[in-house]
């Protein structure tokens, strides 16, 4: 908040018309404020009306465009955000709010099927985005997270376990994280974070139909970890708790054959 008076401040003072800056500058601060109470109070439209005006006080002013810009994102109208967004960053080429909204659009939209042909662009475009967007280091679980999963998905394994680390740590137990940690750590060998993340899965339960079959495939890779590690009554139970999850996720045949023969071996 303070940043954003500081902004339109400095750029009120650059404004031809020195005499009547100041009023613009208190206006567009006091609209800007106002927009965000009407929010909370469930008055989008008038939050909406609220941002222009103070961005028609202050044209200059790309922190007024960027919290448009998050507003429209929060309330899934995603052309008027994406504009919005584009308005702030062509004032102010390294806004955060800006490359937030827009690195989170494109990673939403290149999952969409009528944007397979260009799914790998929209993705790399995201990433920049969000990479500038987390420049500074700060809590921004969403952004963190979603930068996390474009870069598994793009083959950079190794760049989304740092960062599921830091949001781990800020949300311990969060099972989507925890899959895609052990899917990273894995991809990039880093067999230690995989298994702590493995084993955080494996005493959880099942969480939903969602998330069942991922548990039942980690549960298998947390078994065949501890197969090899000839720890065989763990192997056992790992194994026997994929197939009590959701048998259609995993080849059930061969994980109740390797079940049986850690059973075997433990006896032994």
């Known amino acids: 908040m303070t940043s954003m008076f500081l902004l339109v401040s400095a750029l009120a003072v650059q404004t031809p018309a020195a005499a009547s800056a100041p009023d613009a500058v208190a206006e567009a601060y006091y609209l800007f404020l106002q927009s965000r109470s009407l929010e909370q109070a469930g008055n989008v439209n008038g939050a909406i009306s609220a941002l222009r005006k103070a961005a028609a006080l202050l044209p200059k002013a790309a922190e007024i465009q960027s919290e448009l810009a998050g507003l429209f994102l929060r309330e899934g109208r995603a052309g008027e955000a994406v504009t919005a967004a584009e308005a702030a960053l062509a004032l102010d080429g390294k806004n955060r709010e800006a490359h937030r909204t827009l690195g989170l659009l494109q990673a939403a939209v290149a999952d969409l099927p009528e944007y397979t042909s260009t799914a790998a662009s929209l993705r790399a475009q995201a990433i920049d985005h969000l990479e500038q967007a987390l420049a500074v280091p700060m809590s921004d679980l969403q952004s963190q997270f979603t930068l996390a999963q474009l870069y598994v998905r793009t083959k950079r394994p190794e760049k ?33 974070d995989a ?65 049986d023969r850690a059973r075997e071996l433990a006896g032994k």
Not at 202 to 227: C, E, I, N
């Open 160 to 192: 989304a376990v740092g960062i599921l680390k830091d949001f781990l740590a800020e949300r311990p137990g969060f099972a989507e994280a925890l899959l895609l940690m052990g899917e990273a750590a894995e991809s990039s060998n880093k067999w230690e």
């Open 195 to 259: 298994v702590t993340a493995w084993g955080q899965i494996s005493v959880m339960g099942s969480k939903g139909a969602t998330f069942r079959p991922r548990y039942a495939m980690a549960l298998v890779k947390l078994g065949d970890y501890y197969f090899d590690l000839k720890r065989y009554r763990e192997a056992a139970d790992a194994f026997d708790r994929a197939l009590s999850s959701d048998k259609s996720a995993i080849d059930a045949p061969g994980v109740t054959q390797k079940r």
